[in-house]
């Protein structure tokens, strides 16, 4: 929900969502385990949906019921919308499986949890995060952060929830991060009371660096908003900065620039993030205005078939979030929340190392 009015916050905000990776919370308090009869019931219904191959972009999820799933779904999107964040599922077999039928499962379990949206231009609702070279991401035309094994910053992704499946786990790092957007926003707030109300400026993100082939160079929102009670976060201060090379684009003031960096340097230190370790069968569904994330370097195994390999969904979720409009990338950025036709022997193929 967009478009309702701004607040500021109080001095510091209290709230399950306002975490830190040093707080010592058990893994029981994010990590759901798939039960057998969940298990069977996935498999047996992504059995047939590998066997249909529908248009993904048509499906009806009742052609598909997942009633013992149901609840564990509910309990996913309650942690998502007014608990911690995120949640891990665990448990798939995933080494049993065809890349179509993991494929299907994920796609499914998104399509009970939200509205899958394309990622790219081409319309793709399902994307590789395996690495096809080693330089740094956005260091070069093309070089996607999916596409690199080098250290992401902290950011937000262009959907409300994003979702991460493991195929293969790296040989060394490669450990997805999260970091509290309200426990990053209170750091703030103890350390530079003064800079923290520029957090609510409208930015400017560098919009052309995610995608060459975007309208307009960049597109507008604020880093917070404060709303009902709510606060929320969009971060990724590095395609702000970026963002100023365009002539266009008004020169940040010498307190955002300041509080952008900041933010970035809390979301960094030791004991702020959580840091966890995928494992092949893995999902993590994170909502993405309310932790940011990032990766760890890392290295692969030298055999093609062992690479890192994730598989990426993003997900709009209409939770009732109040927040203001425009906030994040908006569906028109996203280049429209309305898939195309895709099936899923399309979306399967392993893009090739490139060195």
Request: aromatic residues 8%; contains cysteine.
């Amino acid at each position: 929900m967009t478009g309702s009015a701004q607040e500021m916050p109080p001095q510091q905000i209290v709230s399950r969502a306002g975490w830190r990776g040093d707080d010592g919370m058990p893994a029981s308090e994010f990590v759901y385990r798939l039960s057998d009869a969940e298990l069977d019931e996935l498999e047996r219904e992504c059995a047939r949906l590998v066997a249909a191959d529908p248009d993904l972009g048509t499906l009806d999820r009742d052609d598909y019921p997942l009633p013992m799933c149901a609840a564990g779904i509910a309990e996913w999107a309650e942690q998502l919308d007014h608990g911690l964040g995120f949640v891990l599922v665990r448990g798939l077999r995933v080494a049993e499986y065809s890349n179509e039928l993991s494929s299907a499962i994920f796609f499914l379990l998104g399509l009970w949890l939200g509205n899958p949206m394309r990622q790219n231009g081409a319309g793709d609702v399902l994307t590789h995060i395996i690495a096809t070279t080693s330089k740094p991401a956005y260091s070069a035309p093309n070089v996607l952060s999916s596409r690199t094994t080098s250290e992401l910053s902290f950011h937000s992704d262009s959907a409300d929830v994003v979702g991460l499946m493991c195929l293969h786990s790296a040989k060394e790092g490669g450990a997805s991060v999260l970091a509290s957007g309200t426990t990053v926003y209170n750091e703030v707030v103890r350390r530079r009371p003064d800079l923290a109300p520029r957090l609510f400026d409208t930015y400017h993100w560098d919009w052309r660096i995610q995608d060459p082939n975007s309208p307009t160079n960049t597109y507008q929102s604020p880093v917070c908003c404060y709303v009902d009670g709510v606060l929320s976060m969009y971060g990724g201060s590095k395609i702000v900065f970026t963002a100023q090379e365009y002539p266009e684009v008004p020169r940040l003031t010498a307190d955002q620039a300041t509080v952008l960096q900041l933010v970035d340097d809390i979301a960094a230190e030791q004991g702020v993030a959580l840091e966890m370790d995928f494992q092949p069968g893995d999902i993590q569904w994170l909502l993405n205005y309310s932790a940011m994330h990032s990766r760890t370097e890392y290295r692969d195994f030298p055999e093609p078939e062992r690479r890192r390999h994730l598989i990426r969904l993003w997900l709009t979720r209409d939770a009732g979030r109040p927040m203001v409009s425009p906030f994040g990338k908006p569906v028109a950025a996203r280049g429209g929340a309305a898939m195309q036709s895709q099936h899923l022997a399309a979306l399967t193929q392993v893009p090739a190392f490139e060195g």
